[in-house]
């Protein structure tokens, strides 16, 4: 074990430098322990694969004995060259290195960080999965060659509803600022219902996965700018005499008394009464209401 991150972080570089590199049967390889990819860039892929078709694989992966099964090995870094190999029935080219788990991860981060380009969310994804497996914040800073403060973001946003982030994970071309956005929206639960509605709707799955992202993110932005407004109750009334009826409808801020009646001028002899009354009725109103807080204090 290394005395220190620091040279955990300079032993991560020379791994395969200068090593013996062998030739191995893709079966006798294993996944890492840790997935170091949220969603396969298909573009991406079928680049790589051919050219390993037309010029071969020239960088090795990177494997260790695997530590519970034997014979075979686990993949540090280089799962898509294996993967590229597997199905163009070649053996892969690897270096082979006794390695503990600590050293795994921070190799592991450490190369894709610098020959994969790792987009924000993709680091999320990866500093989620340490976090999870309990690994020290200073490692998995080194694994990434971040700082404690972007780390805490990493963290935050890894720690998405797994439900969401499966439908926004792919847009990686959407950066640091606008994923903590929609974090901090998400925090609120009515927002959260919301995005978790929107993720399952077929037009929305229809689209890029930025554009994907920027559609939900803009939705949850315009309904928390809109006001919760108390849905309007509606009752009925009638005299025992039946000449009318009385539809009420009361909103936040309006107040609506319809009278009806299907045949006489019963309804509108009874509605210009009360609108004759009005005044008294209102002062009587806030007579009443004056008394009854008094009361209550």
Known sequence: MFESIAELHDAADRLTAGETIVDLDPATLEGSFVKDRFHEDHESYETLLEAMRHSGQHSPVLVRPHPEMAGRFMIVFGHRRVRAARELGRPVRAVIRKLEDIEHVIAQGQENAVRANLSFIEKAFYAGALTAQRYDNKVIMTALSITASTLSVLQSVAALP????????????????RWYELKRLLDRPALLKLARELVQDADLLKLAPDQRFE???????????????PAATKSAWQPDSKAFAAEITVAQRRFTLALKAKQGSEAADFGRYLSD???GLYRDFRQEETSERKHNR
């Not at 797994?162 to 600022?177: C, H, I, Q, W, Y």
């Not at 559609?215 to 407004?229: D, F, I, N, W």
């Open 162 to 177: 797994p439900d969401v982030l499966e439908m926004l994970g792919g847009a990686k071309s959407t950066g640091r600022n």
């Open 215 to 229: 559609a939900v993110l803009k939705a949850l932005k315009q309904s928390r700018r809109k006001p919760s407004t």
């Open 277 to 279: 009354r009005l005044e």
